[in-house]
């Protein structure tokens, strides 16, 4: 158990709706980061926040957003959903004394 | 631009067998951390190690070890007597420097390890 809670586990839902992927990171950890891991794309690195602002930016889609509240926990939101947004999403989080980085167990969206 | 190399898409070893996962990496950091996740069939991403950029002291941890070099910039991973619990993609990454502040891991693109009974 790698201390970082992602939920939902599984979620299927249609072309064009929104969805919002919630993390918890490790207790103490103040940095977040968003990952998407899909068959012909690998893990691709989406966003960072740290202790809540938003920090480092990569291949995140305009109809994706994301935020890091108060209370550290971070939302994923996708919104106009495709096929193609049919991966696994996956949050991190980064040990403040010592810059290891751990997953969670991810959050497995289907689109249909 | 950063970047991971794991030239080994797939393995296929026998249990008991000695296996290397090959990573090269690119980057103009003078600091930075190397790391190795394991990826089980359920999917979750599971941390193995992480390396300083300063620190090329190899590292065994039970039947895992680490083999850093900065001269040919590769942080290869060695599991001895494979088994069959091992089986699993294995991802190579690079912790950099984004933006003032920010950070990110570059993965490479992982080895699918299959041991066989």
């Known amino acids: 158990d790698s201390g970082v809670t992602q939920t939902p586990k599984h979620l299927i839902t249609a072309t064009g709706q929104r969805v919002t992927l919630r993390c918890s990171p490790r207790s103490g950890d103040l940095s977040v980061y968003w990952y998407q891991q899909s068959l012909d794309q690998g893990l691709q690195f989406l966003i960072q926040y740290y202790n809540g602002e938003e920090r480092a930016k990569g291949n995140i889609l305009e109809r994706f957003s994301a935020q890091q509240f108060p209370d550290l926990h971070s939302e994923l939101n996708l919104s106009s959903l495709e096929l193609g947004d049919s991966a696994l999403y996956f949050c991190?989080?980064?040990?403040?004394?010592?810059?290891?980085?751990?997953f969670g167990e991810g959050s497995w969206l289907t689109v249909v | 631009a950063q970047k991971v190399t794991q030239a080994q898409t797939e393995i296929s070893v026998v249990e008991k067998e000695d296996v290397t996962l090959d990573c090269v990496y690119e980057?103009?950091?003078?600091?930075?951390?190397l790391f190795w996740y394991k990826q089980p069939p359920s999917g979750e991403l599971v941390f193995l190690i992480r390396r300083n950029s300063f620190d090329e002291q190899n590292e065994i941890s039970g039947r895992y070890s680490w083999n850093f070099q900065k001269s040919t910039s590769s942080f290869n991973f060695t599991i001895t007597a494979s088994q069959v619990v091992d089986s699993a993609v294995y991802f190579c990454a690079l912790s950099e420097k984004v933006e003032t502040s920010g950070s990110r891991l570059t993965f490479g693109e992982g080895t699918q390890l299959t041991v066989n009974p």
């Open positions: 991190a989080s980064r040990s403040s004394s010592g810059n290891t980085i751990y």
């Open positions: 980057t103009r950091d003078t600091t930075y951390y």
